[in-house]
């Protein structure tokens, strides 16, 4: 499979994150079907480098999903948290 960089974690940022209809469960739901098992591995990888490096701005992230955050501080826990509830067993993410 060959993807455009990103290609994986914005496709599903816009599609299960926007401000409109947020369904992190759906997400999660669609990383975790066994069929899913590259796509899933992709996301968590190109998340925690979003993360790591703010390789997709706050503005950028604002315009897919409409989710609104006071500063990039905000938004940088909001990602995280999103990470933590995917991959790590954490709380909901709170935006």
Do not use: C, H, W
Not at 40 to 62: N, P, V
């Amino acid at each position: 499979m060959d993807f455009e960089k990103f290609e994986i974690l914005k496709g599903r940022l816009e599609s299960y994150l926007d401000a409109n209809a947020f369904s992190i469960d759906e997400l999660d739901d669609n990383l975790s079907d066994p069929g899913n098992k590259d796509i899933r591995a992709i996301f968590e990888s190109e998340l925690k480098e979003a993360i790591d490096t703010g390789a997709i701005s706050r503005e950028e992230f604002q315009s897919m999903t409409a989710l609104p955050f006071d500063d990039d501080a905000d938004y940088a826990r909001f990602l995280q948290e999103v990470y933590d509830y995917l991959f790590a067993d954490g709380e909901y993410p709170e935006f």
